[in-house]
C-alpha cells in the first residue's frame, strides 16, 4: 500500500464542493451574475411593461403575470433545491449541501410569499376576489407553511450539523407536496387556469407573451442562484466566526 | 411480531399506570368543543352544520397535543438508544409505538365523540359519518405526528415545533375527512381517499422517522 492510495484523490465534484475552495471559486462569480441578472431584468421589464400586448380580457392586469409565474416557479425550484441538497447531506454527508439547504430556506419562503402576494393582486381584478381555497393556493399555501417550519426547525438547534440532517429528513417527507401542486389545477377544476406553458400540445400563449415570461423567469432564477450564493458563502464565514470564536473562549478559559 | 407486541405492551401499561394521560386528553377534547358554541352562538342549526368540523378540530388539536410524550420520556431515561441498538430494526419500534400512541390518544377521542356530537346537536347520520371518516383518518394524523415527535425529540425547546412542522402535511386528511360530509351524492370518493391517506403514512412513516431517530442522535 503506497501512501498515494491510501488517501485517494479527490474527484471534481468534492473538490468543487469543499468549503474552503467553494469559498475561493464563488467570490470571483459574484460581480459577473450580479451585472447579468441586473441586465436580464432590465430586458425582461422593458418587455414587459412596453413591448408586449395587453390581454384581450384582463388588460394591463396581465402583467402581473411577468412577476407572479416566476415566483410561483421559484417557490417550487428551490424547493428541489432543497431536496437535492438534503439528498447530499444525508446520503453523500456533503458538507457544502448542509450550507445549500439552510441558505435555501429563506429564499425559497420569500418568493413563496412573494408568488401568493402577487397571485392574489392578481385575482383581485380578474376573479373579483383576493383569496379562493383552490387546489393550487392551497397547497401553495402548504409550501409556505412547510418552508416556515423549516426555517423554525433550523433556527431550533444549536448544533448545525446535527440539524442539517434532522432538516434533511423534514424537507424529505415535505417534498410530498410538490406534486401536489403541480398537479392541483387538473386534480380540482376550479379557478386557477391550467398549465399553460409545458402541455402536451405546446405553449398556449402567442410569442409576444411568451419572450417576457421567459426572460422574467430566467431573470428571477439567476437572482436565486446570486442570492443562493451569497448567503452560502456567508453561512460558511459565520461558521468560521463561531468556530473561531469558540477556539478564542477555550484558549482564554 | 412478539417484539413489537412486547413494545407495544409496555406503552400500554405505561400509559395504564401513570393513568391521567387518557384523560386529560378526553376532557380536552370535549372542552374545545364545548367552547365553540360560546365563540359562535348557540344557533343550533348553525351548531349542527359546523358540528363535523369542530369535532375534526377538536380531535386534531388534542392529537396534537398528546405527540410529545411519544419519545420525549424514553429518549430521557436512555430507553430510546436501547432500541436503536436493539436486534429488532428501528422501523418496527416506531411502528409499535405509533400503534400505541393512536391507542392511547385517537381511540379515547373516538369514543368520547357521541358526547360532543350531542352538545353540539349533530343528528345521528352526521355524527355516523363523522366517527367513520375519524376512524380512517386519525392513523394518518397519528403517522404524521410520529414524523414531527420523532424530528423534534433532541430538542430542549421543541414542543410546539413538532405539531407546527406536521399541520401543513395533514391538511390533506382534514379536507377529504370533512368532505365525506359535504358530498352530495353519497359518493364514497373522500371515505376512500382518507382511507389511502392513512394507509400510505402509516405504511411510510415509520421509515421516515426511524430515519430522523437515528441521523438525530449519532
Redesign the interface.
Given at each position: 500500500m503506497t501512501l498515494d492510495s491510501a488517501a485517494p484523490k479527490a474527484n471534481w465534484f468534492s473538490r468543487l464542493a469543499h468549503p474552503g475552495n467553494f469559498m475561493a471559486w464563488s467570490r470571483p462569480l459574484l460581480w459577473p451574475l450580479g451585472v447579468f441578472t441586473t441586465l436580464v431584468f432590465a430586458a425582461g421589464l422593458w418587455f414587459a411593461f412596453y413591448n408586449s400586448p395587453a390581454d384581450y380580457q384582463m388588460g394591463d392586469t396581465v402583467r402581473i403575470m411577468y412577476i407572479h409565474v416566476p415566483n410561483a416557479w421559484l417557490s417550487q425550484f428551490v424547493y428541489g433545491v432543497m431536496f437535492v441538497a438534503a439528498l447530499g447531506t444525508l446520503v453523500w454527508r456533503h458538507p457544502l449541501a448542509d450550507v445549500a439547504q439552510k441558505a435555501a430556506a429563506p429564499l425559497g419562503a420569500t418568493f413563496t410569499a412573494l408568488a401568493l402576494y402577487s397571485g392574489s393582486l392578481w385575482g383581485r381584478p380578474t376573479w373579483g376576489t383576493f383569496w379562493e381555497w383552490d387546489g393550487r393556493m392551497t397547497s401553495t399555501l402548504v409550501l409556505f407553511f412547510i418552508y416556515l417550519g423549516i426555517i423554525a426547525l433550523w433556527r431550533a438547534f444549536d448544533d448545525q450539523l446535527r440539524a442539517a440532517r434532522i432538516v434533511a429528513v423534514v424537507t424529505l417527507v415535505g417534498a410530498l407536496d410538490i406534486p401536489v401542486i403541480k398537479f392541483s389545477v387538473d386534480w380540482w377544476n376550479t379557478l386557477h387556469q391550467p398549465a399553460s406553458i409545458l402541455t402536451p400540445a405546446g405553449p398556449t400563449m402567442p410569442a409576444s407573451i411568451l419572450t417576457p415570461l421567459f426572460i422574467m423567469m430566467l431573470g428571477f432564477t439567476l437572482l436565486f442562484l446570486l442570492l443562493h450564493l451569497i448567503s452560502m458563502r456567508t453561512e460558511i464565514l459565520r461558521r468560521r466566526t463561531d468556530s473561531l470564536s469558540r477556539q478564542a473562549a477555550a484558549r482564554s478559559a | 411480531m412478539s417484539a413489537v407486541a412486547a413494545i407495544l405492551g409496555r406503552e400500554l401499561r405505561l400509559a395504564g399506570r401513570t393513568g391521567a394521560d387518557a384523560l386529560t386528553l378526553v376532557l380536552f377534547f370535549v372542552m374545545v368543543g364545548a367552547v365553540m358554541p360560546f365563540a359562535i352562538g348557540p344557533d343550533r342549526q348553525l351548531l349542527g352544520k359546523l358540528a363535523p368540523g369542530i369535532v375534526w378540530i377538536a380531535a386534531f388539536l388534542s392529537m396534537l397535543l398528546g405527540l410529545d410524550r411519544l419519545f420525549r420520556a424514553d429518549e430521557d431515561d436512555g430507553t430510546l438508544l436501547l432500541f436503536r441498538q436493539a436486534s429488532i430494526p428501528l422501523e418496527a419500534v416506531v411502528f409499535a409505538k405509533m400503534l400505541a400512541q393512536w391507542l392511547l390518544t385517537a381511540l379515547p377521542v373516538l369514543i368520547a365523540s357521541p358526547l360532543l356530537a350531542i352538545l353540539l346537536s349533530m343528528d345521528m347520520a352526521s355524527w355516523g359519518k363523522t366517527l367513520l371518516a375519524l376512524l380512517l383518518g386519525t392513523p394518518a394524523l397519528t403517522a404524521f405526528g410520529t414524523?414531527g415527535a420523532a424530528?423534534?425529540v433532541?430538542?430542549k425547546?421543541?414542543g410546539l415545533?413538532g405539531p407546527?412542522?406536521m399541520?401543513?402535511?395533514s391538511?390533506?386528511v382534514l379536507?377529504f375527512g370533512v368532505g365525506v360530509l359535504t358530498v352530495m351524492d353519497g359518493s364514497t370518493a373522500p371515505l376512500l381517499f382518507v382511507a389511502a391517506l392513512s394507509l400510505v403514512s402509516v405504511a411510510f412513516c415509520p421509515f421516515?422517522a426511524a430515519?430522523?431517530l437515528r441521523?438525530?442522535s449519532e
Open positions: - | 414524523i424530528v423534534t433532541g430538542l425547546r421543541g415545533l407546527v412542522l399541520l401543513p402535511l391538511i390533506p379536507i421516515a430515519l430522523a441521523v438525530g
